[in-house]
């Protein structure tokens, strides 16, 4: 079946290390996100791509890093500049012309050792 | 500003019995409309979408919806609600064009809790 896979499930991060988040689509899908959603709180939109080798940023860019070598793939890189990291992370993708998220991947919750 | 409200933070119904969840939104103009469904620890699920067209959308798992401008509501509707239904439900809205790529507008949520 296609989808969208992410992984880690759990991820611990220690003071002033970066880890990175994977996201991979097996959709065909263009475009891409990544959002953090806080406990109580919507979606927030970090990047996105619409195509590889492009992206843009979001609502809440710093500290954040992402790259699309690859049309299946869209890593984000939470840097050791993001002081507030812990929260759970939802990368989406999508193929019609809204240019908002369709299909999520399961997240990845991210927490300070 | 934009705004999406939904009123109840969490709804309680028995198993079997109807649903409406309700949504209202402030925009300019009509935006694109989303319901989506999550589960403890998953991801969001998208149950039906409005971009335009007819106001009565018909999505999966039973679900439908109906846009009003008139009221700027978007409320999801089950006419029968199943216990795997119980999980928290967003309305969102989104603006049309590249400029407003995956920047959504997210209610706060509702929670539903079914009893059997």
């Known amino acids: 079946d296609g989808g969208i896979t992410q992984s880690p499930k759990y991820l611990f991060r220690k003071e002033g290390q970066n880890v990175t988040l994977s996201c991979e689509q097996n959709?065909?899908?263009?475009?891409m996100y990544w959002y953090r959603q806080d406990p109580g709180q919507g979606l927030r939109l970090i990047y996105y791509?619409?195509?590889?080798?492009?992206?843009q940023k979001g609502d809440i860019a710093e500290g954040y890093s992402v790259s699309r070598e690859k049309k299946e793939s869209f890593p984000l890189t939470v840097t050791s500049a993001q002081k507030n990291p812990t929260a759970f992370y939802l990368c989406?993708?999508?193929?019609?012309?809204?240019?908002?998220?369709?299909?999520f991947g399961d997240g990845t919750r991210l927490s300070i050792l | 500003a934009q705004s999406v409200t939904q009123p109840d933070i969490h709804i309680t119904v028995s198993e079997g019995a109807s649903l409406e969840l309700r949504c209202n939104y402030s925009y300019g103009a009509t935006p694109y409309l989303f319901w989506y469904v999550q589960s403890p620890g998953q991801g969001l699920q998208l149950l039906l979408k409005y971009f335009s067209g007819d106001t009565l959308v018909q999505g999966i798992k039973g679900f439908e919806a109906e846009f009003k401008r008139s009221q700027s509501s978007f409320n999801l509707r089950k006419p029968s609600v199943h216990w795997s239904d119980a999980a928290e439900y967003f309305c969102?809205?989104?603006?049309?064009?590249?400029?407003?790529?995956?920047?959504?507008?997210f209610g706060q949520g509702t929670t539903l809790q079914v009893k059997p």
């Open positions: 969102a809205v989104g603006a049309k064009g590249s400029s407003n790529t995956g920047k959504l507008i």
């Open positions: 989406a993708s999508s193929i019609d012309g809204s240019n908002q998220p369709q299909h």
């Open positions: 791509s619409q195509i590889v080798n492009d992206f």
């Open positions: 959709l065909n899908h263009d475009a």
